[in-house]
């Protein structure tokens, strides 16, 4: 008995060797790796058998005043990329940068590369005339409110001093010694000169708190007084009394010198 060889139909083949190649073509598509080159830029990452050239970085000089850089990035990397390397160097946020290439300012969004950016190409980098006076203004607004920060601190190290010297009475007058009047007087003179030391402060913000604060310490201290001074009033002086030991005059004794 003969069997009947089964036949394969052409197109069918066909088929199954273009579903094959596709997954095989997916499957290469899968594999593909990516790396981030300087600037941020995500780009696909060559084999060592491609026959693509791989792209080489670009160095470009900066110059900022008389400060001079060197910065690595890609041909294809922006401006604006380039600013925020430049930050971490100079300090200076991207917005507050202005750079000259070939003689031309450029935006953030032009590229080295299209801007005629070449390896070892010159670029002058200034800051943004607008934001250095803001700069300017910031400084000497800190300044101010330092200046301010170190009166208060002052006074309120003068005001230590004479709370202690407040206690010091207080301890005195409760122990039921008299204290002088003068001494309380001239210590109120001394906190009222300090009050006005704070009047004449001009205060912002939370240096104004600061001085309230220490303008309240003040009070509190004169407050005290004018009640030690109330309670000193009525303890008596102590009177000391001395008692003298009297002693009896010795007895003269006379010697007469006799003549003939």
Same mark, same amino acid.
């Given at each position: ?25 997916? /499957? ?5 790796? +990516? ?11 060559? &084999? ?36 925020? /390397? ?25 590229? /080295? ?9 010159? $670029? ?26 170190? /009166?208060?601190?002052?006074? &309120? ?80 002086? $102590?009177?000391?009394?001395?008692? +003298? ?10 010697? +007469?010198?006799?003549?003939?």
């Amino acid at each position: 008995m003969m069997k009947r060889k089964p036949k394969f139909n052409s197109k069918k083949a066909e088929n199954v060797e273009r579903t094959t190649s596709t997954r095989a073509a997916d /499957l290469k598509e899968e594999v593909t790796e +990516w790396e981030m080159r300087p600037g941020g830029m995500l780009v696909q990452r060559r &084999s060592d058998n491609s026959n693509v050239p791989i792209i080489q970085n670009l160095r470009i000089r900066v110059a900022y005043g008389a400060a001079r850089y060197e910065m690595v990035v890609n041909p294809h990397a922006t401006f604006g990329e380039l600013k925020k /390397l430049l930050t971490e160097e100079t300090g200076l946020q991207p917005g507050e940068q202005r750079i000259i290439c070939r003689g031309k300012e450029r935006e953030n969004g032009e590229y /080295l590369d299209m801007c005629g950016v070449k390896d070892r190409s010159k $670029v002058i980098l200034i800051e943004d005339p607008e934001s250095k006076e803001k700069r300017f203004i910031q400084m000497r607004k800190n300044a101010k409110i330092q200046a301010t920060h170190r /009166l208060i601190n002052d006074v &309120s190290i003068e005001i230590d001093k004479l709370a202690q010297q407040v206690s010091a009475i207080e301890k005195s007058i409760g122990n039921g010694k008299k204290v002088a009047e003068l001494q309380i007087t001239t210590l109120i003179e001394m906190l009222m000169r300090q009050a006005v030391k704070l009047d004449n402060i001009s205060v912002k913000g939370e240096a104004c708190a600061q001085n309230n604060l220490q303008g309240e310490r003040v009070q509190k201290c004169v407050e005290a007084l004018d009640l030690l001074k109330v309670a000193n009033a009525k303890i008596k002086p $102590v009177i000391i009394t001395t008692k +003298w030991e009297t002693f009896d005059p010795p007895p003269a004794t006379a010697s +007469w010198e006799l003549f003939d």
